[in-house]
Structure formats: structure tokens, C-alpha cells
């Protein structure tokens, strides 16, 4: 196994903080170790609140901890480990930062002892990656209508592929997608509407949401693909995100569709319990839903897109820093337009350090830019390619490792679109191989350092990665 033996703070020297797996403590006592180091270069715990630290080999029982970053337990990065050799081999270390319960960027690197070494984990804003020259398919499965989602867990991807009936983990061995041996998995609900991951008990292993428009599970994750499902309180409705609204630091639950919208709060252990008159007023009809800290105050908020039945606007919700979420001023942050919306995406995507918000669904998209304080103007016209297709999802990420983001728009029964950034705040057209696909995910798949595309069609899942 992994031994970790101890974290020091460089900050502030005299706080030491031990580390045991399986009750081994250990100084000194082996002339091999690696001393890791683990820096941001974010703010703490302004844009930076929480840390897992996750050391796994093969063969051996792995070693993940998350901490609270600001606090007395680690107040400041960089902070350094100890990690001495055990029984596993080929080791690797991760460390993963969070925002308001959710990642926000990931390092990892391969450890090897021999005396004592250091290595480093850098959860920056930006690396640099070698130019990716195209973005081509890697690997491609047969799956009918599938839902699907990333989750992380022991130093790798599992992608998660629900079929109406079937449920297949699959990861990487760096050229194909193959199955990932777990055991007996959940049934699947029927009617599965919306998929949605986060960390949400606190052991560096990401858990999914399943949302049906009756009723929503947690699928537990043991961080090697096996899924253990639970029942969650009340209904489903249909769209779902996760991220910390109250500011406990773990991931909480909202879940929307129609004229309703709830709130489940999480205590940390992934319990989730329903807080009453958390959202409001309520939409007229909710389609899709994203979080993120649109006005910049350290609390996150809500957009719900609408448009169902009619074209209607997209309401926004600040949150008030008490885990309460208000949409009565929704006109001063969002336009009134009416629209036909099927996804919500929050990301930074001029590069200004805010977030912006790209609205697509019926008729095309929208990508509404932020002033800084909350407030969006529609730059659409000037910003993204016109377009009047019907979208079914938008996903954004940096794919080809030039720190600008990708923007992919999804339309059931028609190819792909890809849109890359500029550096000037607009998106231009980029080349992909065409592909249907009415859901998509982005993340990195086979641990190369470099986020893939994943696309969900009528009939194939399909892995796009850069060469």
C-alpha cells in the first residue's frame, strides 16, 4: 500500500497534519520517499475552497482525503506530503481543487522511488499544453438513447453509459474504451431525464444523480466504477445541478421542471434532506439549469433556463450568501427575451474572470456575456457564428490545450457543432468529424492531461480526442 505521512503547510511551518492508511505512520523509516508538493495559483478560498489528495497504485488500497483549503486545516497552498512506497506499483498521485463543492481543475503525475524525490501538483488556472493539431474520434460504442457522465474516482475516468435499460462503466486504456469490471449495478429508472456528478460524501470519488421526472437516486460511487443506488427525497422534475448553495462546502441538490423547483441540501455525508422555500419565486416553465458564482460575491447562483410548452426568458437567482436563492430581480441580471432553452451552461468564455452563460435550445444558441457584476448583455450577434438550428445541449472546455475554451452544441439527428475560442471573446467554427448527438459531456478520459469530447447519439457513444 501507499503510505502517506504527513502534510506541512509552508505557510504557516508549525502546522503539521498525519495521514495514515490502514494505522501506518511512518518517519524515517525508509530511504525511499516522495515529497509532494501540491500549489495554485488561485485565490484561496476565494476562487479555491477545497482539496483532495488521492494516491492509488495497482494492487494496493488507495490512499484519498479532502480537505477544507482557508481554514484552520489547510489554510494555504502550496503544502507538501510525504508519500512512502508500498506494496502496489505503478503509482500515482491527484490532487483535485473545488469551488462551491464542485472540480475545477485536476493535476496528477506518476510517482517513482528511488531515494528521495519531489514532484509537484499544480492546480493552475492554465497550462499550456503541447498544440493539438485535430480533434479526431478515438473510440467508438454502440449504445441506444444513452444518457451519459464522467465520474473520477481512484486516479481514473469511469464514463458512465444508461441505456433504458442497462448500465455500462467503461475507461480508457489510452486508445479504446473498454468495460470496467464492477459487479451488479443499479436498474435503471424508467424515464431517465437528466444525469448530474459530484463528490457529495466527501471521499474523492464522484457520485452520480440519476433525475427521472417523478422521482431522483443517488448512485454512490466506491471510485472503481461501482455504483450503489439510494432513493432521494421528493421528485425529480426533469433538470438538475450540483454545487455548494449554502456554503458548507459540500455539494447540494437543485432540481427543476415546469413550475417547480427544489433544493436539496446535502450534510456532507451525501444525506440529502429538502429545504423548504430555498428557491423563489418559482419558474413558469423550467427546462434546464446550471450554477455557478455569476455575480462574483462567493456564493453560488442559479440560472434556469424555460420554454417548454412557449418560448419564455431564463430566470436568474442570487443567492443571498444564506443558501437562499432569489429570482425577483431576475430582469436586472438576465434579458427578457423569450426563448425555447434545452441547456444552461455557465463558463468562463472571454477569459475576463466571470462567468458567462450560453443558453441553446430551439432555434439556436445564446451566449449572454457578464459585466462583472451579474448583469448579462446578449453578444450573440457578435460573438458566435449565426444559427438558427434546434440545439438539445452545450458543453465548454479547453480541448486542444491552448487555454481558450470549446463550445459544443449538440442537435438530435444532425452533426456536432465545435466552437473554439479566439482569444478575443468570440467563438469560431471549428473542424469535427461529424457526429449526431443529443448529449455530450467534456473531460479527460484516459489521464493524458488534455480534456476529450464525449457525444451520445441515437445509436453510438463516441470519443473525440485531440492528436
Given amino acids: 500500500m501507499i503510505n502517506i505521512a504527513s502534510v506541512r503547510n509552508w505557510s504557516k511551518s ?22 509532494l508538493e501540491i500549489r495554485t495559483d488561485l485565490t484561496i478560498p476565494g476562487q479555491l475552497d477545497g482539496l483532495c489528495i488521492e494516491v492509488s497504485a495497482r494492487g494496493a488500497t488507495p490512499f484519498a482525503r479532502r480537505y477544507v483549503l482557508g481554514g484552520t486545516e489547510v489554510p494555504a497552498l502550496p503544502a507538501t506530503l510525504t508519500v512512502l512506497p508500498g506494496a502496489g ?5 491527484t490532487a483535485r481543487g473545488y469551488r462551491d463543492g464542485r472540480e475545477v481543475l485536476r493535476a496528477r503525475t506518476a510517482l517513482s522511488f528511488a531515494g528521495v524525490s519531489h514532484a509537484a501538483l499544480g492546480l493552475l488556472r492554465c497550462v499550456a499544453a503541447p498544440a493539438v493539431a485535430t480533434l479526431a474520434v478515438r473510440d ?40 470496467e469490471v464492477t459487479g451488479a449495478a443499479p436498474t435503471v429508472p424508467a424515464g431517465v431525464r437528466a444525469l448530474a456528478a459530484a463528490d457529495v460524501d466527501g471521499d474523492c470519488d464522484d457520485d452520480l444523480v440519476v ?30 445541478a450540483l454545487g455548494d448553495v449554502d456554503g458548507d462546502g459540500d455539494a447540494d441538490l437543485v432540481l427543476a421542471g415546469g413550475a417547480r423547483v427544489r433544493l436539496l441540501v446535502n450534510d456532507g455525508a451525501g444525506r440529502f434532506s429538502e429545504a423548504a422555500a430555498a428557491v423563489t419565486p418559482a419558474p413558469t416553465d423550467a427546462t434546464a439549469v446550471d450554477l455557478g ?20 426568458p431564463a430566470r436568474a437567482y442570487a443567492n443571498d450568501g444564506a443558501g437562499h436563492l432569489g429570482g425577483a430581480a431576475s430582469a436586472a441580471y438576465l434579458p427578457e427575451t423569450p426563448l425555447s432553452t434545452r ?47 434546434d440545439l438539445a445541449a452545450a458543453v465548454t472546455g479547453d480541448l486542444d490545450g491552448d487555454c481558450l475554451p470549446e463550445l459544443a452544441l449538440t442537435r438530435s439527428g444532425a452533426a456536432t457543432s465545435l466552437l473554439t475560442g479566439t482569444g478575443t471573446g468570440a467563438l469560431a467554427p471549428a473542424t469535427l468529424a461529424p457526429r449526431e448527438s443529443s448529449r455530450a459531456r467534456i473531460a479527460d478520459l484516459d489521464g493524458d492531461g488534455l480534456r ?5 447519439g441515437a445509436t453510438t457513444v463516441t470519443w473525440v480526442a485531440g492528436r
Fill in 293 to 312: 458564482d455569476f455575480t462574483g460575491d462567493g456564493a453560488i447562483d442559479l440560472i434556469i433556463g424555460q420554454g417548454s410548452a412557449a418560448p419564455a
Fill in 140 to 179: 467508438e460504442v454502440s449504445a441506444t438513447g444513452a444518457h451519459i457522465e464522467v465520474l473520477f474516482g481512484r486516479g481514473r475516468a469511469h464514463l458512465v453509459v444508461l441505456e433504458a435499460s442497462a448500465v455500462r462503466v467503461l475507461v480508457s486504456d489510452g486508445a479504446v474504451l473498454m468495460p
Fill in 14 to 35: 508549525t502546522a503539521v497534519f498525519f495521514l495514515l492508511v490502514a494505522g501506518v505512520l511512518c518517519f524515517g523509516c525508509d530511504d525511499d520517499a516522495v515529497v
Fill in 452 to 456: 476529450d469530447l464525449i457525444l451520445a
Fill in 343 to 389: 441547456a444552461v451552461t455557465l463558463a468562463d468564455l472571454d477569459g475576463d474572470g466571470d462567468l458567462d452563460a450560453v443558453l441553446a435550445g430551439l432555434g439556436g444558441a445564446h451566449l449572454y456575456v457578464n459585466r462583472g457584476s451579474g448583469r448579462f448583455d446578449d453578444r450573440s450577434f457578435e460573438r458566435l457564428p449565426a444559427s438558427t438550428d
Fill in 89 to 93: 506499483s505503478a503509482p500515482v498521485a
Fill in 211 to 240: 433525475v427521472t421526472d417523478s422521482a431522483a437516486e443517488l448512485w454512490r460511487h466506491d471510485g472503481r466504477g461501482g455504483l450503489t443506488a439510494e432513493p432521494l427525497p421528493g421528485a425529480g422534475l426533469g433538470a438538475a
